[in-house]
């Protein structure tokens, strides 16, 4: 059974797509810590620990999540981009990427703020138009 991320990348789950490739595929996280918050997914691999994808999924993921983190850290005002892999959720391999000011924003565990479903389009358009670019 495909996981909701599959459903996503395939578009049978609507989502903020910020990126995408013929391996990959990132959208804005709808519960985010920050704005901007992504996840970075292989699009034709459920494997739900990074370190069990073979070397060129593997490989291939970290390079598109940092042109994506390039385009996130280029559209949304931050002081960086944080990367964490948690892999609890959702048993399908992601990458978060977190705008950040501070270390505080990559606390998992604070209360999330809430964004509109426009704000997150919005969001979601300018970091593709970002990414585009690179």
């Not at 983190?69 to 280029?74: D, E, H, I, N, Q």
């Not at 604070?110 to 919005?122: G, H, L, V, Y």
Request: hydrophobic share 45%; net charge negative; aromatic share 8%.
């Amino acid at each position: 059974m495909a996981t909701i991320f599959t459903k996503i990348a395939n578009g049978e789950i609507p989502s903020y797509k910020v990126a995408e490739s013929e391996d990959f595929y990132a959208f804005l996280d709808i519960s985010p810590l920050t704005a901007g918050h992504t996840l970075v997914i292989p699009k034709k691999v459920e494997d739900d620990y990074i370190f069990s994808l073979d070397n060129e999924i593997y490989e291939g993921l970290w390079a598109f999540a940092r042109k994506v983190a390039l385009a996130v850290k280029a559209a949304v005002p931050c002081k960086r981009v944080g990367v964490a892999v948690l892999g609890m959720e959702v048993p399908h391999t992601h990458i978060h990427l977190v705008p950040m000011q501070s270390e505080g924003d990559m606390d998992f565990r604070k209360t999330r703020p809430e964004i509109s479903k426009q704000q997150m389009a919005d969001i979601a358009a300018a970091i593709l138009t970002e990414y585009e670019r690179l």
